[in-house]
């Protein structure tokens, strides 16, 4: 019999009504008494936070990976319960911090809460367990039947069941009354001794790019954050006409800052090197995300900027994979 953890934060899962509308409220011991009794597992609880997951912050994150780092040796698998809202931010941070394991951590929550009569977060809590007793390693989030590489996953929808889906990646497996079919086979599995790195700076700006940007905005963040991120536009393209960003990108950079250069669009990643737009902004320091999604490379880019600050290495860390963050095709073709 498997012998599985039960941590939770809070979120809709565990909301309850309250006069300024729905806020987390139900404990752990709450939340475990709606698991079906089976004789698959033996599962133990713990509160963890008892949070809307729009108040998660870096600091939590280090606290859930501490708290499954202390318990691994006793356990054979985890299952965190989660808000949807930032879930993605967290399953990737905890990828990155617990690496080289050789047990199954599992990310789940709900779009309703899980007393109410119509609600997804009985099945949802119930495959994450499921999931959880399987010979597998790594972070996954799991929603809806569906098994997402936790660099990979991203909340595509405020309200339907099927909110997560798994960009530019396959999805692991699906589950289905209680059985787990693998997309691709059983994920290999190299024994190991768990890796706990919770070292994270959390000054990193996200900056989504529109028509009619100031360039002075770039000013402004200089010297309150370390780097930045930037969504441009297609396959990553920054605008050097009118208003020039692109020369605001140079001056943070000869500055110190790490800019990385990332896309709006959700899949197929971005290409810099396909464009005049693209090409010129390449000829500097730029992290290149690739096909990395928004929410993993900004929970990568403050794990590798706990460790270094020098830009050559922040790019060599931040454009290695790491727990399937990156495809090696993608890789090689941007390469």
Not at 64 to 70: D, H, L, M, Y
Not at 133 to 140: L, S, W
Not at 144 to 155: F, L, N, Y
Request: include cysteine; aromatic fraction near 8%.
């Amino acid at each position: 019999m498997k012998r599985l953890l039960l941590l939770t934060t809070g979120g809709t899962i565990a909301s309850i009504e309250g006069k300024d509308g729905l806020a987390p409220g139900m404990t752990a011991a709450d939340l475990f008494n709606y698991l079906p009794h089976t004789r698959d597992y033996h599962m133990e609880y713990q509160t963890l936070m008892n949070i809307d997951s729009t108040n998660m912050q870096p600091e939590l994150w280090v606290q859930i990976a501490e708290t499954i780092a202390n318990n691994y040796d006793h356990y054979d698998g985890f299952v965190v319960t989660h808000g949807t809202d930032t879930m993605a931010y967290t399953s990737a941070a905890l990828s990155y911090m617990l690496q080289n394991g050789t047990k199954p951590i599992v990310i789940t929550g709900s779009q309703v809460p899980i007393h109410y009569d119509k609600t997804d977060a009985k099945k949802n809590i119930a495959d994450a367990a499921r999931l959880a007793c399987e010979a597998i390693a790594g972070v996954y989030v799991v929603f809806d039947g569906r098994v997402i590489q936790g660099t990979r996953a991203v909340k595509m929808r405020t309200k339907s069941y099927d909110a997560f889906e798994s960009i530019n990646h396959p999805y692991v497996a699906f589950i289905d009354r209680g059985e787990v079919r693998y997309h691709q086979g059983v994920p290999s599995m190299e024994k190991g001794e768990l890796k706990l790195d919770t070292s994270l700076c959390p000054d990193v700006f996200l900056l989504k790019l529109y028509p009619g940007m100031k360039p002075e905005l770039l000013d402004r963040i200089k010297g309150l954050y370390q780097s930045v991120i930037i969504e441009s536009y297609g396959n990553g393209g920054i605008p050097f006409e009118k208003r020039d960003l692109l020369s605001k990108i140079k001056e943070l950079i000869d500055s110190g800052m790490v800019v990385a250069i990332t896309t709006q669009c959700l899949e197929e990643g971005e290409d810099l090197f396909l464009y005049e737009v693209g090409r010129k902004v390449a000829q500097n320091l730029i992290i290149l995300s690739r096909d990395m999604n928004t929410e993993a490379m900004v929970a990568k880019l403050m794990w590798t900027l706990g460790k270094t600050k020098d830009l050559q290495e922040v790019k060599r860390i931040m454009e290695t994979p790491i727990a399937h963050d990156l495809s090696l095709e993608h890789q090689k073709e941007s390469g």
